[in-house]
């Protein structure tokens, strides 16, 4: 919101609650937690502010607002230029670990792929190094994919993948959860 549109817009909350224009250190308050809002969508938060609140709304009201009109980043894609057969280009491994206190069950938990750009990208797991720090189990990983996957071309990858869309695509297929008379 610029500054121009944060006065008029400031201006009409405070006429349409009927409070004062806010002074200048709380005033600064307000300015920065609606910075944020694109000037495009001022009049339709506006209008939300006048539906969902009775008195003027408080900075930290308008904050949590305002992130409904805030629009998120852009995710950025990664992928591989190269088949990573350690993950399969998922940039996610896979491992088994029990947990006494829980139960002797197996869990499966996942890892992200220390050795691609998609599994480097997966901020959101501990990289598999991290928790093998030997890197167990990841060769012998590699060296079995390779051996099932390997000889596999990228026309022939291509191929299979464009089966399996056409196969999922019919209208009447496996997947099709209408009824048929």
């Given at each position: 919101m610029t500054k121009e549109q944060f006065g008029l817009f400031l201006r009409d909350l405070c006429v349409?609650?009927?409070?004062?224009?806010?002074k200048d250190r709380i005033l600064s308050e307000y300015a920065?937690?609606?910075?944020p809002v694109p000037n495009e969508?001022?009049?339709?938060?506006?209008?939300?502010?006048?539906?969902h609140f009775k008195f003027f709304p408080k900075i930290t009201e308008l904050e949590d607002a305002a992130r409904l009109f805030i629009p998120e980043p852009v995710k950025k894609v990664v992928v591989n230029s190269e088949?990573?057969?350690?993950c399969m280009n998922s940039g996610l491994i896979p491992y088994n670990r029990k947990i006494?206190?829980?139960?002797n069950r197996e869990y499966v938990?996942?890892?992200?792929?220390?050795?691609?750009?998609?599994g480097n990208s997966r901020r959101e797991l501990p990289n598999y190094?991290?928790?093998?720090p030997d890197g167990r189990g990841l060769a012998e990983l590699k060296k079995e994919n390779e051996k099932r996957f390997g000889h596999i071309t990228k026309p022939q990858a291509e191929q299979a993948k464009q089966q399996v869309l056409s196969f999922l695509r019919q209208e009447d297929g496996p997947l099709s959860f209408e009824k048929s008379t």
């Amino acid at each position: 919101m610029t500054k121009e549109q944060f006065g008029l817009f400031l201006r009409d909350l405070c006429v349409y609650f009927c409070k004062e224009i806010p002074k200048d250190r709380i005033l600064s308050e307000y300015a920065k937690c609606l910075s944020p809002v694109p000037n495009e969508k001022c009049d339709s938060f506006y209008s939300y502010l006048v539906r969902h609140f009775k008195f003027f709304p408080k900075i930290t009201e308008l904050e949590d607002a305002a992130r409904l009109f805030i629009p998120e980043p852009v995710k950025k894609v990664v992928v591989n230029s190269e088949l990573c057969f350690c993950c399969m280009n998922s940039g996610l491994i896979p491992y088994n670990r029990k947990i006494p206190e829980l139960s002797n069950r197996e869990y499966v938990y996942y890892a992200a792929c220390p050795n691609c750009a998609v599994g480097n990208s997966r901020r959101e797991l501990p990289n598999y190094n991290s928790i093998f720090p030997d890197g167990r189990g990841l060769a012998e990983l590699k060296k079995e994919n390779e051996k099932r996957f390997g000889h596999i071309t990228k026309p022939q990858a291509e191929q299979a993948k464009q089966q399996v869309l056409s196969f999922l695509r019919q209208e009447d297929g496996p997947l099709s959860f209408e009824k048929s008379t």
